[in-house]
């Protein structure tokens, strides 16, 4: 991150200050430095053979991260979070597993990480709130776990599937996203698709009906990304702005209203985007400048903003962006339930909600700024955090 001295340094009110942690040692069977996680570990979702929090960071078990090229966390809260790894082609899972998301074949949850049989060539993956998507390098995706809404794709709604199946309808698709209840795929084209849950539009389709098969996004096109919050939706565009559809009680649409839109609207002010970040409720946008923005829920400071209050933070509800200078300059950013982390130059910075122990600085104190996690022996590259629970990963 190209940060200043004066960046790195937090004002901050007595009480509140902010301390440097170091990943707790632990060893992994796999050779080099371990995959971090800390925060809730109820479910396994940390992967470290245990089912309790963790306030600091442990090593995931036999995940080595110069193995891992991606990870995507789930959950609709910390009682049923999970975590997928890509490890070169093949993916690993572990955390909950009720509704067959470790795609297994069981329902058993899992401490450690397992392998996703009957997956290869695999490019992108994405857990969702019950549910996963994997993508493999023919353009083909696959859908497991919770089906309750018609989220797998398989023309069915009201089951459970614990192995991974190609969904139909879809070719040449590019990326894959997934929601609380609902999925998303980029195809090649441009073109965005959705299906599972529409309650809150978050579908695009412009109404709010379910839909157990994928359905063409209104109004899209030319689109190079997408990224699912819990109940709403973001797009970037190919001319660098970004659209916004679904769920918007806290403003998460960023188009300066509450109310939800079956339809993609603008994100007002934003451009010369070059990535997006979609939490359950907040997002984040990175210029290709390096500025970050967000906008949508703030409750425990998501959103970083300083004020007059005394304790650093604003907590008012963003509707629109707002730029956010501590984070200039980030490499990637990640967005969890009521919090955010963020990789600069190999540190890790998190911020926001700690009720669970998300922010890794040893307690279960809110911290209204970045507080730095120092690697131990290898160079972190990248983060990722529980889409609807209280878990943070780094690797």
Not at 6 to 22: E, I, N, Q, R, Y
Not at 29 to 43: C, F, I, K, N, Q
Not at 341 to 346: N, V
């Amino acid at each position: 991150m190209r940060r200043s001295p004066a960046l790195l340094t937090l004002v901050v009110a007595a009480g509140l200050a902010f301390a440097p942690v170091s990943p707790a040692s632990a060893a992994s069977s796999d050779s080099g430095a371990p995959v971090l996680s800390w925060g809730a570990g109820r479910t396994g979702q940390l992967g470290n053979g245990t089912t309790t929090d963790s306030l600091s960071p442990t090593a995931v078990t036999r995940l080595a991260r110069a193995d891992v090229d991606q990870i995507s966390a789930g959950g609709t809260s910390s009682a049923d979070s999970f975590a997928l790894a890509r490890t070169g082609s093949t993916v690993k899972a572990w955390g909950h597993d009720s509704s067959g998301q470790l795609g297994d074949g069981s329902t058993s949850s899992q401490s450690v990480p397992i392998p996703v049989p009957g997956l290869s060539h695999i490019k992108d993956i994405a857990a969702g709130g019950r549910h996963a998507l994997a993508l493999d390098t023919s353009g083909q995706v696959y859908s497991w776990g919770d089906n309750a809404y018609g989220q797998l794709g398989n023309n069915h709604t009201g089951d459970s599937r614990g192995v991974p199946e190609r969904v139909g309808g879809l070719a040449k698709v590019k990326q894959v996203s997934a929601g609380c209840d609902f999925s998303l795929a980029l195809l090649e084209n441009g073109k965005v698709y959705a299906w599972g849950r529409g309650v809150h539009g978050q579908l695009g389709t412009g109404n709010r009906a379910t839909s157990a098969v994928p359905r063409q996004v209104v109004g899209l096109e030319n689109i190079v990304e997408v990224d699912a919050g819990c109940y709403h939706a973001l797009a970037l565009t190919a001319d660098d702005t970004v659209k916004s559809w679904g769920y918007n009680l806290y403003g998460q649409l960023g188009n300066s209203s509450t109310k939800s839109s079956t339809v993609p609207v603008d994100v007002d002010w934003l451009e010369g985007v070059s990535d997006i970040e979609a939490g359950a409720h907040h997002n984040y946008a990175e210029t290709s400048n390096r500025h970050v923005w967000g906008w949508g829920n703030n409750q425990y400071g998501q959103l970083l903003e300083g004020d007059d209050s005394g304790d650093n933070v604003s907590r008012t509800n963003r509707t629109a962006p707002v730029e956010i200078p501590r984070l200039e300059g980030a490499q990637h950013l990640a967005a969890g339930l009521r919090h955010g982390a963020a990789l600069t130059g190999g540190d890790v910075f998190t911020w926001g909600n700690n009720s669970e122990g998300q922010l890794g600085n040893g307690t279960t104190v809110s911290r209204y700024g970045s507080v730095n996690i120092p690697d131990d022996s290898s160079p972190i590259k990248n983060i990722a955090a529980s889409l609807g629970g209280n878990t943070t990963y780094a690797y």
